[in-house]
């Protein structure tokens, strides 16, 4: 059970439908150039987040969540360092410009130590336990936990994608 009182999106029609659409240009690499006023009016940066000493952008419905999931998984996993966070980045998933654009676009997925948490065959992770515990009862969907090739740095605020 999700702790947010906003809802998980399941599909990218729900995930346009509550994060916002938005006209993109295509660029290189398989990357798109999101509207502005899209960017200005849902993406906010989280600075040091959780005591972590990095910084995060994402949408703004998710942010509040995300930061106090930080904040528990830093208390209950005092011995793991999260050291590498990224999220808003708006590509195509996998940077494969023929497959859809990724919910990094809409900053409603997020990575994390991404060197020990590899996009592999099979599941290669670093996470302790109770990381990934917290995560999954606040709602939010492991790549960890998908059918075939796993990416076990990811984590959404949306399932079905």
Request: hydrophobic fraction near 45%; proline fraction near 5%; charge should be positive.
């Amino acid at each position: 059970m999700a702790a947010s009182a906003f809802p998980i999106p399941h599909g990218m029609k729900a995930v346009r439908a509550q994060f916002g659409n938005f006209n993109f240009t295509e660029l290189s690499g398989a990357n798109v150039d999101v509207d502005d006023t899209w960017e200005a009016d849902n993406l906010v940066m989280l600075r040091n987040v959780a005591g972590t000493g990095l910084n995060v952008r994402l949408h703004r419905l998710v942010a509040p969540e995300f930061e106090a999931a930080l904040k528990e998984i830093v208390a209950a996993c005092p011995k793991y360092k999260i050291r590498m966070l990224g999220g808003y980045c708006p590509r195509h998933k996998m940077h494969d410009v023929k497959r859809e654009l990724s919910t990094h676009s809409w900053g409603i997925a997020f990575d994390l130590n991404w060197d020990k948490n590899p996009v592999a065959a099979t599941l290669i992770t670093d996470f302790p336990p109770e990381l990934i515990a917290i995560l999954k009862r606040r709602g939010w969907n492991w790549g960890g936990d998908w059918k075939g090739t796993k990416d076990s740095m990811h984590w959404q605020w949306a399932t079905g994608c």
